[in-house]
């Protein structure tokens, strides 16, 4: 396997005019007369024999971020090397051959969400048939099943923080909580050890008048997605029944603690009934979008939910609730699928401008995922039975500062530390051919025995300055909008000490 190490997303950020010395700095996309690049495409088959990939997610460490993984409608999960060299007269079929790290049965089911856990070691995995599996990667074993819901398992989100507490959303209309550090309650069939949720919010999103109703049809009270804010404590959820993203505190699951829709101003039932497809949120956890039924992305500001969408994308075609959408790891960008065959990207300070189509798919194109190290890399999945890969074209990426870069904080960090983090990101980089074939179980031990990056590089500010205060004390920079400053802390996840706000349930009341 080859063993490049990709640039640090937060390289270019914490190393920004650190004790008076300037550093280079990364660049960024910046405008939309560029274009994205299709790597390859490739064939999702088993023994001959095609089926649609259900959700794409790249790993989330940046030791691992050129892998990528599939699920399909089988019930397999697929891991593929993006790294790879393809050739243009190679078939779809090769092409997944060659990029092919290893792929093993999960499920006697549809797998409609994965999501990776513990350093890429584990990935987890969401059935039709009502259950939730922890894998070890490597040893493509089953090391847990988690057993409760009554319905297909839908999305599946993980804490910031700890890998060991889940959260996940079913087509039963619930929402579950789950900790794998729990005792296992029962063994399956296959002997395999099974752990009951910790905490589970039945009916979610249904409205009040409507639980007075003992059966209420599945489909229309369904959740469609989940997601772990990064505040730590805070469950944002979205469903069919409506456009509204309702959010909870983990730690009080009575009741939710508000929701933002589309129109908050307006009481009328029809700009309420579309449902949500998706939802994402950036690195830094102040925007989340919602994919909703209407044909529109919402952009929302967690901070500022009551003012309802900050921004609002069209032109994409939501015509079933596998089309999913995804913001960039910097808030620079939008991604989503379409039923119209093409993938969008829209700039997210110009939502009126119109977006970058991607035309290759000749089928409804469904997840979509970033790669959170590789700035510009993305994977699409489509009912054409493929799965692409695209890239910027590097002669468009010329700026140096992105546009969020104003939202993040920038600690002083030593000078050696700062002379480290210049010398690995000038000199990082492919040691190795990408073409070079590998063998599929090296590649999976290098994932295993993959550690984690220094705390003293990706620690919280509130660390770093605790950490170095002895060394090299300095004071905070933190750049707001006016209305930011004097409203609210700059984010969720490092409020300032001096307000004790913990999750979003301070900045709003308790609904009704």
């Known amino acids: ?60 460490t940046s030791k691992n971020s050129h892998i990528f993984a599939v699920s399909d409608e089988d019930g ?15 078939s779809r079929g090769e092409n997944a051959e060659k990029a092919k ?16 856990n513990k350093e890429d070691t584990n990935i987890l995995t969401a059935s039709g048939d009502q259950t939730i599996r922890a894998w070890d990667v490597q040893e493509k074993k089953c090391t847990g099943v988690l057993i409760g819901h009554t319905g297909s398992v839908k999305s599946l989100s993980s804490h910031p923080t700890n890998s060991d507490i889940i959260i996940s959303g079913s087509r039963d209309g619930s929402f579950a909580l789950w900790d794998l550090r729990c005792k296992i309650s029962s063994k399956s069939r296959c002997k395999e050890d099974c752990i009951s949720s910790t905490a589970i919010v ?19 009270m369904s959740i469609t997605s989940v997601l772990y804010l990064k505040d730590e404590i805070s469950i944002a959820t979205a469903g069919a029944v409506d456009s509204a993203v309702r959010f909870w505190d983990s730690r009080n699951l009575k009741t939710h603690v ?51 969408p900050i921004q609002t994308f069209s032109r994409c075609q939501i015509g079933s609730f596998y089309v999913k959408s995804a913001i960039s790891p910097d808030a620079a960008y939008l991604l989503s699928g379409s039923s119209d065959g093409n993938a969008y990207v829209w700039q997210v300070n110009k939502p009126q401008a119109e977006p970058i189509t991607l035309e290759s798919h000749s089928g409804e194109v469904t997840a979509v995922n970033w790669c959170p190290s590789e700035t510009g890399k993305i994977v699409t999945s ?56 590998h063998p599929a179980d090296e590649v999976l031990h290098q994932m295993k025995s993959s550690k984690p990056i220094p705390n003293s590089i990706l620690s919280t500010p509130e660390a770093q300055k605790r950490r170095f205060s002895s060394i090299s004390p300095s004071k905070e920079n933190l750049e707001k909008t006016p209305e930011a400053a004097s409203k609210s802390p700059s984010s969720v996840l490092n409020p300032p000490s001096s307000l004790k706000r913990r999750t979003i349930r301070d900045y709003f009341l308790v609904s009704p």
């Open 76 to 90: 397999y999960v697929n891991l593929f090397d993006s790294g790879r060299k393809f050739s243009s007269c190679s």
């Open 382 to 437: 489509a009912d054409d039975f493929t799965v692409r890969m695209w890239n910027i074209e590097s002669r468009y990426s010329t700026s140096t500062r992105s546009p969020s870069s104003i939202r993040r904080r920038v600690m002083a960090i030593p000078s050696s530390e700062c002379k480290k983090l210049i010398r690995n990101e000038e000199f990082s980089g492919p040691t190795k051919d990408p073409d070079s074939s």
């Open 101 to 116: 790290i290893a792929d093993w049965v999960a499920h006697q089911n549809a797998i409609f969400d994965i999501c990776w």
């Open 202 to 220: 039945k009916r979610a999103h249904v409205s009040p008048q409507a639980r007075r109703i003992k059966r209420v049809k599945a489909a229309s």
């Open 258 to 308: 508000t929701q933002a829709c589309p129109h908050p101003n307006s009481s009328t039932q029809t700009e309420r009934s579309h449902g949500i497809s998706s939802l994402s949120q950036d690195l830094n956890g102040v925007f989340l979008t919602a994919s909703c039924m209407d044909n529109r992305i919402y952009l929302y500001n967690v901070l500022q939910l009551d003012k309802g």
């Open 1 to 60: 396997m080859e063993t490049f190490e990709s640039q640090s997303f937060f390289h270019g950020i914490r190393s920004r005019e650190l004790n008076g010395f300037r550093a280079r700095k990364r660049p960024y996309i910046n405008n939309l007369t560029l274009d994205f690049t299709e790597i390859g495409a490739l064939a999702i088959e088993h023994s001959g024999n095609e089926t649609p990939p259900m959700a794409v997610s790249f790993c989330k």
